[in-house]
């Protein structure tokens, strides 16, 4: 906001002088820090934690995030609260992943009146949908069953992610493109950096496949060449057969696998089971849709969940 004192009514008292000078000190005390934009922070809102992390790196003190889903929560099963459409009514960027992770986000910001794309209109809020998959392919495909949402869990797919975030603040605060292109440029090189310590991390392993509780990790199997098996679908609520439970035993057997690979948030009495079942352990991998509220508290970033991650893998799978 600006305060234009050459409007006050002259000649000003001396009260009212004073009280402008204070009204100005007030300001100036609780107003921008050096690199924020002199009308206020953007405001971004995002669903997951991945998002969170990488707008927050890409902003730095121009942008606060909140984020939708919290720690905690299992983020397959989120849904929108009127109080959360509220939330992206306020924000200048709301950006999600995918509507085959997010069901309900694209209702919720049409009823909190934004828009998609580029198409300059003031007063409304910016969509930024972060997985160009199945956009070409008309709306079918996107609720494509099949499509694995995770992309964030491949470095090198996130790094697209956040070349998509840097763009989207870029156009809504096309002042502060200097930092955020710094910005962008240094979290994808390290992003580039996790993806050659994972790739070198399991590039000598005995087994090449995992069983995980649910479907996440697919996007991490094609870039590290795994398979995984799961006891559960691409979201975890997906009941399977006992046929199929029977089928994953064997497999376990057959090619000695000693662990399951079960998420820290979601229920774990099917992993648990499988595991006493077939003699096996149980390991935590992370699918980092939210961190858990322990992370969060002790301050665990996407990047040492992914190099934990990558430990984990590595003995899943008996790397060298
Ligand atoms: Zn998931």
């Given at each position: 906001?600006?305060?234009?004192?050459?409007?006050?009514?002259?000649?000003?008292?001396?009260?009212?002088?004073?009280?402008?000078?204070?009204?100005?000190?007030?300001?100036?005390?609780?107003?921008?820090?050096?690199?924020?934009?002199?009308?206020?922070?953007?405001?971004?809102?995002?669903?997951?934690?991945?998002?969170?992390?990488?707008?927050?790196?890409?902003?730095?003190?121009?942008?606060?995030?909140?984020?939708?889903?919290?720690?905690?929560?299992?983020?397959?099963?989120?849904?929108?609260?009127?109080?959360?459409?509220?939330?992206?009514?306020?924000?200048?960027?709301?950006?999600?992943?995918?509507?085959?992770?997010?069901?309900?986000?694209?209702?919720?910001?049409?009823?909190?009146?934004?828009?998609?794309?580029?198409?300059?209109?003031?007063?409304?809020?910016?969509?930024?949908?972060?997985?160009?998959?199945?956009?070409?392919?008309?709306?079918?495909?996107?609720?494509?069953?099949?499509?694995?949402?995770?992309?964030?869990?491949?470095?090198?797919?996130?790094?697209?992610?956040?070349?998509?975030?840097?763009?989207?603040?870029?156009?809504?605060?096309?002042?502060?493109?200097?930092?955020?292109?710094?910005?962008?440029d240094g979290l994808e090189a390290e992003l580039?950096?996790?993806?050659?310590?994972?790739?070198?991390?399991?590039?000598?392993?005995?087994?090449?496949?995992?069983?995980?509780?649910?479907?996440?990790?697919?996007?991490?199997?094609?870039?590290?060449?795994?398979?995984?098996?799961?006891?559960?679908?691409?979201?975890?609520?997906?009941?399977?057969?006992?046929?199929?439970?029977?089928?994953?035993?064997?497999?376990?057997d057959e090619l000695g696998i000693r662990y399951?690979?079960?998420?820290?948030?979601?229920?774990?009495?099917?992993?648990?089971?499988?595991?006493?079942?077939?003699?096996?352990?149980?390991?935590?991998?992370?699918?980092?849709?939210?961190?858990?509220?322990?992370?969060?508290?002790?301050?665990?970033?996407?990047?040492?969940?992914?190099?934990?991650?990558?430990?984990?893998?590595?003995?899943?799978?008996?790397?060298?």
């Amino acid at each position: 906001m600006r305060l234009s004192i050459t409007n006050m009514p002259r000649p000003a008292s001396a009260v009212l002088s004073a009280f402008v000078l204070l009204v100005i000190a007030v300001f100036a005390a609780c107003g921008s820090e050096p690199d924020e934009p002199a009308d206020g922070k953007i405001t971004v809102v995002t669903t997951t934690y991945p998002l969170t992390f990488m707008a927050r790196r890409i902003g730095g003190n121009r942008v606060s995030v909140v984020q939708l889903i919290k720690s905690g929560v299992e983020a397959h099963d989120f849904e929108p609260v009127p109080s959360n459409v509220r939330t992206i009514a306020s924000a200048d960027i709301f950006f999600y992943n995918h509507p085959a992770f997010e069901p309900w986000a694209l209702a919720a910001a049409t009823a909190s009146g934004s828009r998609s794309g580029g198409t300059a209109q003031s007063n409304a809020i910016q969509t930024v949908i972060l997985e160009s998959e199945g956009e070409d392919h008309g709306s079918q495909e996107v609720n494509d069953a099949d499509f694995d949402p995770h992309v964030w869990l491949n470095p090198l797919r996130a790094q697209e992610q956040a070349e998509r975030i840097a763009a989207a603040l870029v156009t809504d605060d096309p002042e502060g493109s200097l930092e955020y292109v710094r910005n962008s440029d240094g979290l994808e090189a390290e992003l580039r950096g996790l993806d050659e310590l994972i790739a070198r991390r399991l590039s000598d392993c005995a087994l090449g496949t995992a069983v995980v509780s649910h479907l996440a990790y697919g996007h991490m199997a094609e870039r590290y060449g795994f398979n995984q098996l799961g006891l559960a679908g691409l979201s975890p609520e997906f009941e399977s057969g006992p046929s199929h439970i029977a089928s994953v035993i064997r497999q376990i057997d057959e090619l000695g696998i000693r662990y399951i690979l079960q998420e820290p948030i979601a229920s774990d009495r099917l992993a648990e089971t499988v595991a006493a079942e077939a003699g096996v352990d149980i390991l935590i991998m992370h699918p980092l849709a939210v961190r858990t509220f322990d992370e969060a508290k002790a301050g665990a970033d996407y990047f040492s969940i992914m190099q934990a991650n990558s430990e984990v893998l590595a003995m899943a799978l008996q790397c060298s």
